[in-house]
Structures are given as C-alpha cells and as structure tokens.
C-alpha cells in the first residue's frame, strides 16, 4: 500500500474546483476546544442519571467526572490562565481571546459542579439509602456508633494530624495539591495566651476518606459509612484542648500540574523530571473548592492567601472530592448494583505458538472485548525462544507493576537484545515511567527517552527471530497503551503482523527513535510528525474527487478528540463536494457539523457507555476499495505534530470488514450516543432496548458467544 500522496495531480485539480468554497477559517465555524471538553463532561455525568445503568456505576460516573474536572482544572484552565497573561491576544481557530474564555469556562464549570451535586445529594444518596448503602450524617449517629467513631478518631486519626495555628509565628502553611484541609475558626486562649481565631488542618492523604461503621455496632446496617471530614468536624474541639471550635469547614485548593522541562538546555531528561515532580503539587492555585456553608469571611479570606479571585471559588454541598468515592463499589459485594463481570475472549492462537500463527495470518485483538494475553504472550514467548534475537517496546502508560515490563526483563535476562523507547513524560505517570526506566536499565536493557521536544506516543512492539529464511519481524501495533488494567477498562484494537514491509518500516522507526539519521520512506505506515496528518489530509480530498467523479466515496472515523483546523478543513472541503462523512468522536470536537454549505454532510456523534472509547478508526472508501487505517493519534495538533504516532494499514481483507463493521455498529448507535448539533450543544440519541443495547454491549455479548 502506498503511503505516500494518492495523486499531486488530483489535489492540484481539486484546489483549481473549490476556489469558490467558503472561508474555512472563519472563527465561526469552530467550537472552542476546552468548551468542548466540558461538554464532555457533562456527557458523563449524565450517565449517573441513566437508570439502565447499575447504581453503584452510576457513582462511579461521578467520580469520573469529577477526576476529569480535576486534571481539566490542573492543565487546561492553568494554562489558559498563564496565557491570558502572557499573551493575552493569543487565539485559537475559534478566535476567543483566553480572558474571556476563563469567564465563560467558569460559569459552566460552576454549573456542572452544582449539577454533580445535584445529582449526588438527591438522586444517588437517597437510591442508595434504599438498597442499605448509607452515609450517616452526625444527627443520626446512634450512641454506640458516636463512642466507636470517637475511638476511631482518637486512635487512627489524631496521632497523624498536625493542626497549625495561625499566628506571626505560624503563617498559613503550603497546602499540597488537591489535599483535603479544613480551617477552624476558635475561641478562647492558649496555654501561652495566644487566640489568633484560626487553625488550618490538614489530612494525610494516606487517611481514607470513606470510614465504614462495623455491622456489629447497634444500630448499623450491612453497609454503613461516614466520611472522613464528618469524624474531624465532630471531634475537632479534642485537637486544640482548652479552646472551642465555633466552625471547621473543609476546602481543597487545585493546582498548576504541568511539568515545565526546558528538554533543550538539559542534560538528562529523567534527572530534570525528578526534579520537577517534586514541585508538580505546589503549582499557582487555580480553584479553591470549599464547604457550602463555610461563611463568607473565611472563604474570601482563603481565596485572597492563595491569590484566585471569586470565579475561582467552588461551594459544595458535599465531600470536596467526590473521587474519592470511587473506593466505595469494591467495599461493598452486591454484584446485582454492578455491572456484570465478563470474561474476555482469547485468541487460542495466540496462546499456543505466537510465531507460527502470525506466520499463517495476521491477528486483530480489540479490547476488553477480547483479552489483553495474546500481547502478553507475544512477549513473554519471545523471551523464552532461543530463536528471539532482540525486542523492541514503546511504553508509554503501562502501570507500577507491569507484566509487560516483567517480561522485557527476562528478556533482558535471557541474553536478548531488548530496547525500550520509554516516555518519560506522559502525564502523571512520570514517576511510574521514571521507575520502570531505572528497573530495565538494571537488567541490561537499552532504555531511550525518544526525541527531544517529541512525546513517543506510538504504540509499538516488535520481535527479531531468527528462522531458516532468514531474520523474520513480528509486530505488535496498537491504539492503546500497554497497560493490562486500562485494557479491560478502554475500548482499543491491537494488529499482529509478520507483514515484512510493516516489519520494515518499525525497525525504521526505532532507528529514528533511538540513533540519527533523515526521516526515511516508509512502506506502509504513515508517522508523525512527518507524513501522517499530511496524507490522511491528501485521502480526505480524495474521497472530494472521487464524489465529483462519480467513484463510490465515504468517511468514517472513530477518535477521541477532532481538534486540528487543518483537518477540520478537510473535512469541510469534503462535505462541500458532497461526501458523507460519519464521525465518532468521544471527547473534544472543534468541527461544527450541519451547517449550511459547509457542513451540511458530515454528522457526528460521540458514544458513552461502560467502557472508555479509546480506538481511533479512519475509514476511506477509496472509489470502491476501501482503506482502513488504525492509529495512536487523534486529530490534534499534539498528535500531529508535536509527538511521534503511528497510522497503520489493516491489510488483511476478512480483518479489515470486521473493523468496518465494527466501526458502523458505532455510527449506528441508539443506546449509548450523543449527536453533536452546530451549536455546539449535544443531544442524547436515545436509551438502550433489547434491538439496539448499543455498539458496546454488542461487541460484549459476541464476545461472551463466541
């Protein structure tokens, strides 16, 4: 397969055909990116009020998005807020200035956290009260419960809280990242005469939040809890003895968690991370959470100290850190409140002989629906045949205790040649990748950081075997990370191969990744940031002139984030010469279908269900022939340009209508997916039945038959 340009001549005929199209850079014709993201939370807090959807999963889908608001407020509104002033005329495609944006990000943020509490407070607490789940307030502890929580406190808590006065000698300590803390307002004096009025408690985040009441205690039920900041507020008085708490109100201050690394001037890239993880929870605050009925003299007072302004305060009714109520579902075993547990399908190939199954065919895994063992099994059989020469792994995310590291290991330990390309800086598992780095190196392994100024994002895998024609290359190309525990949690495809042009072209990108040298040709797959975004650009303006000459022409595709204006463009100049263009997008969408004259042909949809939407799937029809490509990157600019990504041909004929057909249970989903309208706005399709349970389900229950 070519990988290179469809035809110069054709793209030069299509720009001579479309010198009347629209300006495709008008501000209007773009959602602005973090709105965008917002929305998609919404759309996954909306899932708690889906009654379809298992109680306690319901929860859980709260706490999602509350971690997504978290890690949005720690990365994107930081930075937004670093940009209005630093550059405070800086525009995306959507032209808003980033003053202005912070405005309007604040008043939706504000409204999605009331929602979430909304939804918390009155529809899940009480739904839980009725399948005796319950989280009693201080008005209801029974006498016995009160003695046994005071026990509780006095023996578990107290010896690990350091309350702090606020005095000249003791001014307002460093409140550590999404920490959960309280300030006490006092009366009366100290043994050495102080009363400075207030004290600051911090809780250790190694204290659990969730404290379950023994069923033995009278008066407790099968499944009774209170929260970590109920206890403190009912025993506060005990940490300051001879004095009265008059108030104790929590609050959790989020910071600025991007790692500034100048990859540039420094030496060593681990040594410089280490350093600057040490500094990711004492970043500029960017939001102080705090309890709604702290008065407004201590909330203005903790917003000053931490310089943030009231658009910056979040009033809660409720735990300031609704997350942490994601331990809840694994401390209590009602199986009929969850989602119902599934076995994987494994590919019985796979687990007898890796290397003579890919010989005969190549293999397409998607997860959860089927296992994550046969990338097990491909490595950890390549570290046992004598006949393995070397391995070469990306990681990128794959947890703190990694079978796949485990594997690359004994490899190492076997006497293989084992290269691993680990990224350093993958978002809040630097310090995992730091670790597992420093445990491969120990081994003998040679272990790379990739290109400076280039996150490695690929995900890719490849065996060296010796065999009687000669050496032989087996790959392992996937979507996703390669991490078992996301991979029973996030949907994404994984292609063996023993494809020898394939085989080529990631040996070539490892030498890029690990040597020097020019970018070179490539027979099959397209890479960022060299010829991916441009080719994918060239097959979209293909399908153009294909529909203008009367050659079948259609797009699907399936991502997590459609942000490039580039792209974006494309696809207008698409829908202009009147292709229909399908697109799945889970998260962020800058496009705004359904305009007229623009727009008009392409819809899009975004699908939210059990699992984690992580494949990205470009479909081209081709004129009747069509392409299929899988890939590490979505359409975004990171992904583009800024990293280095694979796309990579499904060549197989059967694998490559199983991925479509795939594809299309998503495009015709009813259950599970939202419509994105031109306004930017989302509307909820429709609710599962038994004919359409939703692409997910339909995926799982084929699984589970097969």
Not at 54 to 74: G, H, Q, T
Not at 94 to 103: I, K, V
Not at 136 to 163: I, K, N
């Amino acid at each position: 397969m070519n990988t290179q340009s469809p035809s110069s001549s054709k793209v030069e005929t299509l720009a001579a055909e479309t010198t009347d199209m629209p300006d495709l850079t008008a501000p209007e014709l773009y959602i602005n990116r973090e709105l965008s993201l917002l929305a998609f939370n919404r759309r996954v807090l909306e899932q708690a009020l889906d009654e379809s959807i298992p109680l306690l999963e319901r929860l859980k889908f709260v706490c999602i998005a509350s971690s997504n608001l978290d890690e949005f407020f720690e990365i994107r509104v930081a930075g937004l807020k670093k940009m209005a002033e630093l550059n405070p005329n800086q525009r995306g495609a959507d032209g808003q200035p980033p003053q202005e944006l912070l405005r309007e990000i604040a008043d939706r943020a504000h409204e999605l956290v009331d929602e979430q509490y909304r939804i918390f407070n009155d529809i899940l607490l009480p739904s839980m009260q009725d399948k005796d789940i319950r989280f009693l307030r201080r008005s209801e502890w029974t006498t016995e419960q009160d003695t046994w929580l005071a026990a509780y406190f006095h023996e578990e808590l107290m010896p690990v809280l350091s309350p702090l006065g606020l005095d000249p000698a003791h001014p307002f300590p460093r409140i550590l990242n999404k920490s959960l803390n309280f300030i006490v307002q006092l009366q009366g004096k100290d043994a050495f005469g102080r009363n400075s009025g207030f004290a600051i408690v911090q809780a250790p985040r190694a204290l659990p939040r969730l404290i379950q009441i023994p069923r033995e205690i009278p008066g407790s039920g099968p499944s009774d809890f209170v929260f970590l900041s109920s206890v403190i507020h009912a025993y506060v008085d005990d940490l300051f003895p001879g004095m009265q708490a008059t108030g104790c109100y929590q609050f959790r201050i989020t910071r600025n968690s991007d790692l500034l690394v100048d990859e540039e001037e420094t030496e060593d890239l681990l040594e410089a991370l280490e350093g600057e993880l040490a500094q990711r929870q004492w970043g500029d605050a960017v939001r102080l959470e705090v309890a709604q009925n702290c008065p407004e003299h201590l909330w203005r007072y903790l917003m000053e100290t931490v310089q943030l302004t009231p658009a910056d305060v979040y009033q809660v009714n409720g735990p300031v850190n609704l997350n942490r109520l994601m331990a809840l579902p694994d401390l209590i075993d009602r199986p009929e409140l969850k989602y119902p547990a599934f076995t994987p399908r494994v590919h019985k190939g796979m687990a007898q002989d890796v290397f003579n199954t890919l010989r005969e065919r190549d293999v397409l895994v998607h997860h959860p629906f089927d296992s994550f063992a046969p990338v097990l099994e491909f490595l950890r059989q390549a570290a046992r045949d004598p006949n393995v020469l070397a391995i070469k792994q990306t990681l990128y995310r794959t947890g703190a205790k990694s079978p796949v590291v485990d594997a690359l290991i004994e490899a190492a330990r076997a006497g293989k040649e084992v290269t691993v390309v680990v990224e350093l800086r993958a978002r809040f598992d630097e310090a995992e990748n730091i670790d597992l780095a420093e445990a491969l190196q120990e081994v003998g392994a040679h272990v790379v950081y990739g290109v400076v100024g280039y996150k490695t994002h690929a995900k890719m895998s490849m065996v060296v075997r010796r065999e009687e024609s000669g050496l032989r290359q087996y790959v392992h190309l996937g979507t996703g990370n390669y991490h078992p525990k996301t991979a029973r949690l996030y949907t994404d495809y994984g292609l063996f191969t023993a494809d020898t042009k394939i085989g080529h072209d990631v040996h070539n990108l490892f030498l890029q990744l690990t040597s020097l040298g020019k970018v070179t040709q490539m027979h099959r797959l397209l890479h960022s940031p060299f010829t991916l975004q441009k080719c994918q650009v060239e097959r979209i303006d293909r399908e153009a002139e294909n529909h203008r000459a009367g050659r079948p022409a259609r797009i699907r595709a399936k991502m997590n984030a459609l942000v490039d204006a580039q792209m974006i463009q494309a696809l207008y100049r698409a829908s202009c010469a009147g292709v229909p263009i399908e697109l799945v997008v889970r998260g962020m969408c800058c496009l705004r279908p359904g305009i007229p004259g623009v727009s008009e042909n392409i819809r899009v949809i975004s699908v939210v269900g059990r699992f984690l939407e992580h494949t990205r799937v470009f479909c081209f029809e081709n004129g009747g022939e069509p392409e299929v490509w899988l890939s590490s990157a979505d359409w975004m600019e990171r992904n583009l340009y800024k990293r280095v990504e694979t796309a990579f041909p499904v060549l197989d004929a059967r694998l490559r209508t199983r991925v479509i057909n795939e594809l299309q249970s998503y495009i015709d989903d009813r259950a599970r997916a939202w419509q994105l309208n031109a306004d930017g706005s989302y509307t909820r399709i429709g609710y599962p039945d038994e004919a359409n349970p939703g692409a997910q389900q339909m995926l799982l229950d084929a699984a589970t038959a097969s």
